[in-house]
């Protein structure tokens, strides 16, 4: 008998570990597109309200008391106190959903769980191959699968 002839009882384990693997894969990506939507808008948060907290507090930090004179005498015809408190508020708000956001990329852990579900993809699909084209035995291949997907507990499976 060849080498690279397998026996018909390891052919349909090596079937239903590479179904399993597939499917695992499937669930990884499905994973990964929803988690790097996750991280994009939590980032994008980040950076869209430190920029208006920047703004807002940019024209009274260079302007000064001149500057909100000006503008609440412009805009409204008021006083430049209204223009300092709708600053002010705007600059807290954009604040505090700043912090907000980071916080949950923070506490949630989003960049390292999409970096650990993308090399357990890339460790799949190198499995995959190693048992279909490179005659892994089964049974390494199934430990290998369970060492693998042991690190990504959060990825649900379907």
């Not at 600059?91 to 999409?114: E, F, M, P, T």
Request: charged residues 20%.
């Amino acid at each position: 008998m060849a080498e690279n002839v397998v026996p018909e009882s390891h052919a349909g384990q090596r079937r239903a570990l590479l179904a399993r693997i597939e499917s695992r894969e499937a669930d990884i990506g499905a994973y990964l597109l929803r988690a790097r939507r996750r991280r994009d808008r939590l980032s994008l948060t980040g950076v869209v309200t430190g920029a208006v907290v920047a703004l807002a507090t940019a024209g009274p930090a260079v302007g000064g008391q001149d500057f909100a004179t000006t503008v609440g005498d412009t805009l409204a015809g008021g006083g430049g106190s209204v223009v300092w408190q709708v600053l002010c508020v705007v600059a807290l708000v954009a604040s505090v959903l700043g912090v907000v956001a980071a916080g949950l990329q923070r506490a949630d852990d989003v960049a390292g769980k999409v970096s650990a579900a993308e090399a357990c993809a890339a460790e799949l699909d190198a499995l995959a191959i190693a048992v279909s084209f490179q005659g892994m035995p089964v049974e390494e291949a199934a430990g290998r699968y369970w060492r693998i997907t042991a690190r990504i507990p959060f990825v649900a499976e379907t």
